[in-house]
């Protein structure tokens, strides 16, 4: 079939670009990859055993998702986040909740018509009520690593749940935009959790009961939770950064 090879290479490329970048994100959330550090399109594709287009097309990706700067002469390096990138973080995150919390909530009531009545969070609708039985199995696992104090595993968990959660609102693109976030503000937080030797008691883990403040459609509830999650790792994050 003409273009079958061609089309396959494309294919293999693109997923060998997203795996890489894949890779690259988590050595960042890791802290293996400290802010400011620099390397080279070179380096990574030496590292990874594969050839520079792939991994120049990842570097390009995480770039634009604010994780790295490019720099033309210099290669990349790993972005520096300050304590006011991580506040303004935590507003844009706090608006993009709350639309979603409400979003998912309002169409539960007696004035919802049409399409958006199938965003609603009900706990009689089999199919939502399995998709937030998900979202609190992800909320468990990430509420046992932070009593754990293990950052990396809380870290892919969180991530997962937000991502779960958010989708169910319905729209991707916001979804998508909060989960860029989510992931910024880690890698911001990283840098500074790093620092103490034991994180048990530090992390936050009130998934399970954020997903059941949803479950009664209690979207004040659910607002204070985030919120009083977004005050702690602030004040935390603070204090860190003072060293």
């Known amino acids: 079939m003409p273009g079958t090879g061609s089309g396959s290479g494309a294919v293999m490329r693109s997923t060998l670009r997203q795996q890489i970048a894949d890779a690259l994100r988590d050595e960042v959330l890791a802290g293996r990859l400290q802010p400011g550090k620099e390397f080279t399109v ?37 972005h520096e986040y300050s304590l006011d990138d991580y506040r303004g973080m935590i ?13 998912l909530l309002e169409a539960t009531g007696a004035a919802a018509q049409g399409a958006r009545a ?13 998709a937030l039985a998900g979202v609190r199995r992800r909320g468990e696992e990430a509420q046992r690593a932070a009593a754990a104090g293990d950052l990396n595993i809380l870290i892919g968990y969180d991530l997962r749940f937000w991502r779960e959660l958010s989708s169910l609102f319905g729209n991707p693109y916001l979804a998508d935009f909060l989960h860029r976030l989510r992931v910024q503000s ?7 959790l790093r ?8 992390l936050w883990s009130g ?12 979207a004040a509830a659910a607002h204070d939770i985030v919120a009083a999650y977004n005050t702690h790792s602030l004040t935390l994050i603070d204090v860190l950064s003072q060293g």
């Open 91 to 103: 507003e844009a995150r706090t608006l993009v909740t709350d639309s979603i919390f409400h979003g």
């Open 42 to 78: 070179k380096e990574i594709a030496e590292q990874y055993g594969v050839s520079a287009t792939p991994v120049r097309e990842a570097l390009v990706d995480l770039s634009a998702q604010g994780l790295l700067d490019a720099d033309q002469h210099r290669g990349f390096r790993v």
């Open 207 to 218: 998934h399970t009961d954020l997903v059941d403040a949803l479950t009664r459609r209690d």
């Open 195 to 202: 620092r103490l030797e034991d994180l048990r008691g530090h």
């Open 186 to 192: 880690w890698v911001c937080a990283v840098q500074h």
């Open 118 to 130: 199938a965003l609603a969070v009900r706990a009689d609708d089999p199919r939502t009520a399995a």
